[in-house]
């Protein structure tokens, strides 16, 4: 089945600092990849769609300008999340949508824990 | 506008049980339907989908679902539950056109002894 790996699985940074995760398709090509962040006991809220060579679509509410999403190649997809404060500690979870994907299916990565101090 | 909805935001269960977790979803057409579980701290792991064809869909962990468009539900059952069932499961819509996915709220399972 398609495989999506993020990198890395979790990560501490002090308040101020940007941190990149990076969300891989590893036996597909993924022309659309998603963002989505998670807040403990909550569903998952899309941040962004972000499609191969294009400029990523945030969500309402989204600031492009903290969450700088890349989606250089079709099995590469980055988030970073720049000037990190506190509030942006997260569980944040990639999916990637492949060329030949049946039905609008999605495939997601394990996650990745941010946790700002 | 499309939604989901899980009713249940906490069901606790006896290990060899059944189970039965609600999802209700609004939708303009015939959706794609998924059901996802989520251990704690780990990721998304698809149990099964419904695209179209046969309502009752079977998945893996012995899990299953039946599709019915006239109450808009799709809910997930298991015969007998184990203790490594517990869990955080999620409804989710897929649009037939677009990206857009939506996720319902979660039911989070509690297994006992």
């Known amino acids: 089945g398609a495989v999506v790996s993020q990198h890395p699985s979790r990560v501490i940074c002090k308040s101020g600092t940007s941190v990149k995760i990076e969300c891989r398709s590893l036996d597909f090509q993924a022309t659309t990849m998603f963002w989505y962040r998670q807040f403990p006991k909550q569903s998952l809220m899309l941040m962004a769609t972000?499609?191969?060579?294009?400029?990523?679509?945030?969500e309402q509410g989204v600031e492009k300008d903290k969450f700088l999403i890349n989606h250089a190649s079709l099995t590469l997809s980055t988030l970073t999340v720049t000037s990190a404060h506190p509030e942006d500690s997260s569980f944040y979870i990639c999916s990637a949508r492949g060329l030949a994907g049946p039905h609008n299916e999605q495939f997601f990565g394990p996650g990745t824990r941010l946790t700002v101090l | 506008a499309q939604s989901v909805t899980q009713p249940d935001i906490h069901i606790t269960v006896s290990e060899g049980a059944s189970l039965e977790l609600r999802c209700n979803y609004s939708?303009?057409?015939?959706?794609?339907l998924f059901w996802y579980v989520q251990s704690p701290g780990q990721g998304l792991q698809l149990l099964l989908k419904?695209?179209?064809?046969?309502?009752l869909v079977q998945g893996i962990k012995g899990f299953e679902a039946e599709f019915k468009r006239s109450q808009s539900s799709f809910n997930l059952r298991k015969p007998s539950v184990h203790w490594s069932d517990a869990a955080e499961y999620f409804c989710a819509v897929g649009e037939h056109t677009g990206n857009q996915f939506y996720f319902g709220t979660g039911t989070s399972l509690t297994v006992i002894p």
């Open positions: 972000s499609n191969e060579g294009s400029k990523a679509t945030y």
């Open positions: 419904y695209f179209s064809g046969d309502t």
């Open positions: 939708y303009g057409a015939t959706p794609y």
